[in-house]
C-alpha cells in the first residue's frame, strides 16, 4: 500500500506543477492527440500524468507511459522520474519492470531532476541490501 500512496503522490505532485506551470490541455484535446499530438515536452508529461491519475480521461497507464517518454527523450528529467515509477509499480496495467525504472530514474538524474537522483539512489541501496541477503 505505501507503493501506491507513494506513486499517487509523485502523480499529484506532478500534474500539480505541470497545473502551476500553464493550464492543462482540455479533456477534448486529449480525445484527439496522438504521442505526437503533443508539441513540447512539458505538453507530453502533463498528458502522460493526466492518463496516470485519470484527469479528464479514461486512466491507462500504456498511454500514460507513452506520453512520459516521450517527454522524458525530449529532455525532461521529471517525466523520465514518472515513468519509472509505472514501471516499478505496474501502474494502470503496465507490465513491472524494475531495469526499466531505474533506467528512467537514471536518466531522470543525469538530466538534472534531484527527485530522480534520490530515487536512483533509493532503488540501488534496496537492490544492494537485497543481493547482500541472498
Known sequence: M???SMVATVAALLFLSACNQAPA???SQL???GASGCGSA???EELGVRYITGDGVRTDGYKAVEYLER???MGRGSACNGAAFIFAD???GVKQDYR???DYWSRACRLGDQTGC???RLAQDKLAALRRSR
Do not use: I, Q, T, V
Request: some cysteine; proline content about 4%; overall charge positive.
Open 90 to 92: 505496474a501502474e494502470g
Open 42 to 44: 512539458k505538453s507530453c
Open 118 to 120: 534520490a530515487n536512483y
Open 100 to 102: 526499466k525504472a531505474l
Open 31 to 33: 480525445r484527439h492527440a
Open 71 to 73: 517527454s522524458c527523450s
Open 2 to 4: 505505501m507503493k501506491r
Open 25 to 27: 490541455p482540455g479533456a
